[in-house]
């Protein structure tokens, strides 16, 4: 009985700290309590309920991946008929247009519903817009690898989603009015770019400082501050045409910072970037670590960048590891001095004399 009293504190306790959680915006708590809400919902067998959710708590957005059903969810046939020569009952087989017209439908219900599940908790002091991608796990018929391209993106604000007739409403009709992005073939798989990649929601970002402020002449890396050293590796892919952000310290992950290349506007390549401001050389822990959240994060790369060096083991690992590049302090010092026009030094310690 005792044991069984301390397991129903602990969960209270538990229930407690959650709600308190969220109504303070911790992002893992808002995540977890919207899990739960999209796990209650009830959907035929066929549909898959799988889903990612991200907090992002300055605009005090949800964002949504979810995994929608196939095209097979909509029956082939629209109707049985009795032959009574063959005592047979007979299938009537739906026309492919209506296949397609219903998949759509679908689909689009299936947003402005799940939508409107996270709009209608009590919780409206953290969350003031939702954003929902859906996307279709399938195999490319050119490649047969596996796919899973983004069929509808579509996001709301609060205000403008509770003035929704949802009963009344056309689905399709609904989505323009949002202005989603919708995919003009779902049934073909033909992909959209979602509104928000939900890769880049789930980071938490810090404010960015301008690193190269006030900074010294011949400037020793490694004996600059570790955030002025990540923004300053920023600002240098910045330079080389990225667009970056820097995680908080709290949450990183093994991340100091997230790389996109400005001009892939299609299939916005992610890079994960580590910046050690190391004064030895880097061990291979660290490098297999970076290739760990690399395939973890589904991320297109990996880039380390170090003030120090990496072993001739590192180097066999990234040389077998197509998605890992290294940068060393050498090559630092040149990249800087090519894109953001300083010069800086890295002062190695000095081994102490043998005696």
């Known amino acids: 009985m005792a044991e069984l009293t301390r397991e129903v504190v602990e969960h209270n306790a538990a229930v407690d700290k959650l709600a308190a959680d969220v109504h303070a915006g911790v992002p893992d708590a808002v995540e977890e309590y919207f899990e739960q809400v999209l796990a209650q919902s009830t959907?035929?067998?066929?549909?898959?309920?799988?889903?990612?959710?991200?907090?992002?708590?300055?605009?005090?957005?949800?964002?949504?991946?979810?995994?929608?059903?196939?095209?097979?969810?909509?029956?082939?046939?629209?109707?049985?008929?009795?032959?009574?020569?063959?005592?047979?009952?007979?299938?009537?087989?739906?026309?492919?247009?209506e296949i397609k017209e219903l998949y759509a439908t679908v689909i689009a219900q299936l947003a402005l519903r799940t939508m409107r599940e996270c709009f209608?908790?009590?919780?409206?002091?953290?969350?003031?817009?939702?954003?929902?991608?859906?996307?279709?796990?399938?195999?490319?018929?050119?490649?047969?690898?596996?796919?899973?391209?983004?069929?509808?993106?579509?996001?709301?604000?609060?205000?403008?989603?509770?003035?929704?007739?949802?009963?009344?409403l056309d689905a399709a009709a609904c989505l323009t009015h949002l202005k989603a992005i919708m995919s003009p073939h779902p049934y073909d798989l033909a992909p959209v770019e979602p509104l928000i990649k939900f890769e880049y929601a789930k980071y938490r970002f810090a404010e960015p400082i301008d690193a190269l402020a006030g900074m010294d002449s011949r400037q020793d890396l490694l004996k600059m501050d570790w955030y002025r050293f990540e923004n300053l590796v920023r600002q240098l892919f910045e330079a080389m045409g990225m667009t970056v952000s820097i995680t908080r310290s709290s949450r990183d992950e093994g991340i100091d910072a997230v790389a996109y290349l400005k001009t892939d506007v299609v299939h916005r390549a992610e890079y994960i970037i580590q910046a050690k401001r190391y004064s030895k050389c880097v061990p291979t822990e660290s490098v297999r670590a970076l290739a760990?959240?690399?395939?973890?994060?589904?991320?297109?790369?990996?880039?380390?960048?170090?003030?120090?060096?990496?072993?001739?083991?590192?180097?066999?690992?990234?040389a077998r590891n197509n998605r890992l590049t290294i940068i060393e302090g050498g090559e630092l010092?040149?990249?800087?001095?090519?894109?953001?026009?300083?010069?800086?030094?890295?002062?190695?310690?000095?081994?102490?004399?043998?005696?």
């Open 43 to 97: 959907y035929p067998e066929e549909f898959p309920q799988d889903y990612e959710v991200a907090y992002r708590p300055e605009p005090q957005e949800l964002v949504i991946k979810y995994w929608l059903p196939g095209s097979e969810v909509v029956p082939l046939a629209r109707g049985y008929r009795y032959v009574k020569t063959r005592q047979e009952i007979d299938p009537l087989p739906r026309p492919v247009k």
């Open 292 to 318: 760990g959240v690399v395939e973890e994060k589904r991320a297109t790369a990996g880039i380390l960048v170090t003030t120090s060096w990496v072993g001739p083991e590192s180097k066999t690992f990234v």
């Open 333 to 355: 010092k040149h990249l800087l001095a090519e894109h953001l026009h300083v010069d800086v030094r890295i002062e190695f310690p000095r081994k102490s004399p043998r005696r």
């Open 120 to 168: 209608a908790v009590p919780v409206i002091d953290v969350v003031d817009s939702v954003v929902f991608s859906g996307h279709v796990k399938a195999r490319d018929r050119a490649t047969g690898r596996e796919i899973e391209p983004c069929v509808i993106s579509v996001g709301a604000r609060r205000e403008v989603f509770d003035e929704l007739v949802l009963d009344e």
